[in-house]
């Protein structure tokens, strides 16, 4: 059973454009979604987090949208850059399980072309 | 202050053998995750220790074991190699377990089970 489902699987943007990455959960007990950003070769790095008591946060270039109701919350990369070309992937997690455990979306490949 | 270290990064083996990787976490951490990475099945939970007791377990079979030492690293055990055990594994850590705290990942080894 997929808990996190992520779209789309691949993205293609120019430079200067906006990156809109999506996602779906089932859980209603998830109350923590964070972002992570992968490089090749490297481990996947937090890049920003949002709780389900604000329906948006902005980190810089980002923001996270999300909507309570209809269980779904979305990353934006506003001016995107090559540099952001990299793979993307959503994540709930249940903070009152008494441990750390990550479900995570399959991820979506962000190419930024010049 | 280092960040979560992983060893090896790469290794090969066959089918039948066993393999241990082995994580050493950020100083101070006493939480770490372990995640199995495959671009089919994406980043999947395998199991998160905290002060050397096994908090939670993802869905893998018993041939997936782990354990974490008194300085909060940590170990991980696959026996009986199977090809589908082919995948990055990651290893998180955090400074507690549960809640917001940030998780962060390792650069991953790279296994190859042929």
């Known amino acids: 059973q997929q808990q996190v489902k992520q779209s789309p699987q691949s993205l293609i943007v120019q430079k200067g454009g906006i990156s809109i990455i999506n996602c779906a959960y089932e859980n209603t007990a998830f109350d923590y979604f964070p972002w992570y950003q992968q490089f090749p070769g490297k481990g996947p790095a937090l890049l920003i987090a949002i709780r389900p008591d604000v329906s948006e946060k902005k980190e810089g270039r980002f923001t996270i949208s999300f909507n309570k109701s209809a269980k779904q919350f979305s990353l934006h990369i506003m001016d995107s850059q090559p540099g952001d070309s990299a793979t993307y992937f959503c994540a709930a997690l249940r903070s009152g399980a008494g441990s750390y455990q990550l479900t995570f979306g399959k991820g979506t490949k962000l190419s930024v072309i010049p | 202050k280092a960040g979560v270290t992983q060893t090896p990064r790469y290794l090969i083996k066959t089918r039948g053998q066993q393999v241990t990787l082995s994580c050493s976490p950020i100083?101070?951490?006493?939480?770490v995750s372990w995640y199995q990475q495959t671009p089919g099945q994406g980043l999947q939970f395998l199991f998160e220790y905290f002060s050397e007791t096994q908090r939670n377990k993802g869905n893998f079979p018993g041939r997936f074991s782990g354990r974490q030492f008194s300085n909060s690293r940590s170990e991980m055990n696959v026996s009986t190699l199977e090809l589908g055990d082919s995948a990055l594994y990651l290893c998180a850590s955090s400074i507690l377990a549960g809640g917001y705290n940030e998780q962060f990942f390792g650069p991953g080894t790279r296994l190859t089970v042929l």
């Open positions: 100083s101070g951490h006493r939480s």
